[in-house]
């Protein structure tokens, strides 16, 4: 692909469309300021080559106007000295040299209109080259900002996990504690009719409060697992 094919496909490109449409947006402007940068460095080198052209024509058409000069006064002389010959003979030589003038200010106008467009695109394609950089400039603090969210989403996340898991160890202590008390009223006590029944009160007393502590050791837990979910 040519230079300047190059350069019309990057300066009427939409960049927001572009990068819509992209799988990646950040490699993407990455790739598109690069070919700008490019770009840019070979439209700079042809308007440098331009420039140096320019200023050959230049020199070569004030050579050509000082030799038309010259022959032009030759012309004069021959004139004053009576050579009508020499006098016309000279005037072909200014004739000459002024029409391979011609055809060179041809040639300096049509470098001079190159070099005018080269500029204009050099600008253009700076201006788009700013604007790719500032969405690239953009995509990265979005980046950033998105990344950061998401690692402290993750410590928040793993926080109250942890902080869960934490407190329901706490109640199945808790839960262990009362069923072992349970099991020291039948440790050492005398296995009498009375003392069975007395058992049982205290056994059923001791039971209820168990139950009492597992539902809401399990009401707890579904709140602290919800908490965890809508986190």
Known sequence: ?????????????NIN???DKAEDPEKIVRLMIQEMEDTLVEVRSAAARSIAD??????KLETLDREARDWEDKAELAIRKGREDLAKAALVEKNRVARAAEVL????LAVDEGLAKLNEDIARLEAKLEDAKARQKALLARHKTASSRLA??????DYK??????????????IDDVESRV???????PKDLNHEFASLEAEDAVRDELDALKRRVEGRTEEDDKNVAES
Do not use: C, P, W
């Open 105 to 108: 200010k041809q040639d300096y």
């Open 152 to 157: 402290a989403r993750k410590k928040i996340h």
């Open 1 to 13: 692909m040519g230079i300047f094919t190059r350069f019309s496909d990057i300066v009427n490109s």
């Open 183 to 189: 099991e020291a009223y039948d440790l050492g006590l």
């Open 161 to 174: 996990i942890d902080d869960a898991m934490v407190r329901f160890e706490q109640y199945t202590r808790r």
């Open 17 to 19: 469309a572009i990068l």
């Open 54 to 59: 320019k200023k050959d024509l230049n020199r």
